[in-house]
């Protein structure tokens, strides 16, 4: 397996992995990515997808995708927007490497400094925020109410200048 840019290609079997997630609807792909495909080399966005090859065709499949912005009127820090992993191959690493490989890209190439990632603080995401807790990030923020009455916004934050 291999971690990679997002190619037009992957975007079906990206939306795949999204959908076994039911983060969000995957309709909405379409309009998060275009200006990445139009052109690539000049977005400030990154889209990586770690494949698998497909024994029976030898295309690549999407196993999981990270998404991640600069964010505006900063200097070096970048949010992370989407991480998804197929649901049939959660538990089993892909999204940690998922994560290590933005924080190199942002690191080697970005001149980042902070990553920080946006979750929600519902008992259905007590897995997700103990996976950021787990990989070193740090709770910054907790926004009551913020998706909705009783659904507050969790900031998690990672200092990528530390070794």
């Known amino acids: 397996m291999v971690i990679r840019n ?23 792909l379409d309009d998060m990515i275009k200006g990445y495909l139009e052109n690539p080399k000049d977005s ?3 889209w990586m997808t770690e ?9 690549e499949v999407p196993i999981s995708i990270v998404y991640a912005v600069p964010e505006k009127m900063t200097a070096g820090t970048y949010n992370a927007l ?5 649901s049939d191959a959660q538990g089993q690493g892909h999204g940690s490497k998922c ?3 933005l924080e190199k890209e942002l690191k080697e190439k970005r001149d980042a400094r902070i990553l920080l990632v946006e ?13 950021y807790e787990k ?9 009551r109410d913020f998706y909705e009455a009783g659904d507050d916004k969790i900031v998690y934050r990672k200092d990528l200048t530390k070794k």
């Open 135 to 143: 990989i070193g990030f740090e709770k910054e923020a907790r926004i």
């Open 51 to 59: 494949v698998k090859q497909d024994d029976g065709d030898k295309a």
């Open 99 to 101: 994560m290590q490989s």
């Open 82 to 86: 989407l991480l998804a992993v197929s």
């Open 6 to 28: 997002v190619q037009k290609q992957d975007i079906p079997g990206i939306k795949a992995v999204i959908d076994s997630t039911e983060l969000f609807p995957s309709e909405m």
């Open 119 to 131: 979750t929600s603080g519902t008992d259905d995401f007590a897995r997700t925020r103990a996976f």
């Open 44 to 46: 400030s966005n990154i």
